[in-house]
């Protein structure tokens, strides 16, 4: 016999029970800072002298070191800045020699790259003026800007993960999620 009146559990019961533990988690909602950027999101600078201020096109100068951003509801004004796998690189290029399988994440020749390395998770902030590439302090590893976030030098796993952008309203928006994983694999 199974059923609370036998104070035991059914086998379905028991996995039922098991999966709600494992998957309840995952059904939680996030806050909303802790969500990642959402299609109409726009950006606002994370750092310099324009901090919190909606990134409009041209304060973004061409082949310029990238600027960090964060995403931010307009409705609610909530600021995605809950998780650090949240901030992107933005920078301006010429749209003309982005490879063309990318070229639709671009806005007005700007490009937004996840700020966190694929090798340890440090944070992408060096820049390479000279190749036009991200570079992280930690190990080295460059990313090309022009192709993806293309792994070129180091021992980063893959690309940076590409955010798409649109111009609306005169300030830059996100225009859908991320393009490739956010973040680094911990090696156990």
């Known amino acids: ?16 029970l098991v999966s709600a533990i494992t998957v309840a988690p995952q059904l939680r909602a996030q806050p909303p800072n802790r969500m990642r950027p959402q299609a109409g999101d726009e950006l606002v600078f994370d750092d310099g002298p324009s901090l919190g201020e909606v990134v409009r096109p041209n304060l973004i100068e061409l082949h310029a070191r990238p600027v960090a951003a964060l995403a931010r509801d307009p409705a609610s004004g909530v600021l995605r800045d809950g998780s650090r796998l949240n901030r992107v690189m933005l920078t301006r290029i010429d749209p003309e020699e982005l490879a063309p399988r990318f070229q639709a994440n671009a806005a007005g020749g700007i490009v937004a790259y996840s700020a966190v390395c694929t090798h340890t998770g440090c944070d992408v902030f060096n820049w390479d003026e000279e190749q036009l590439r991200m570079a992280c302090p930690c190990h080295e590893s460059q990313f090309d800007i022009y192709d993806g976030g293309r792994v070129v030098g180091g021992p980063a796993p893959r690309p940076l993960a590409m955010l798409p952008l649109e111009i609306a309203g005169g300030a830059v928006r996100v225009a859908g999620p991320f393009r490739g994983r ?3 694999q911990q090696a156990f």
């Open 1 to 16: 016999m199974t059923g609370a009146s036998s104070g035991k559990l059914s086998r379905r019961s028991l996995l039922g």
């Open 182 to 184: 956010v973040g680094f």
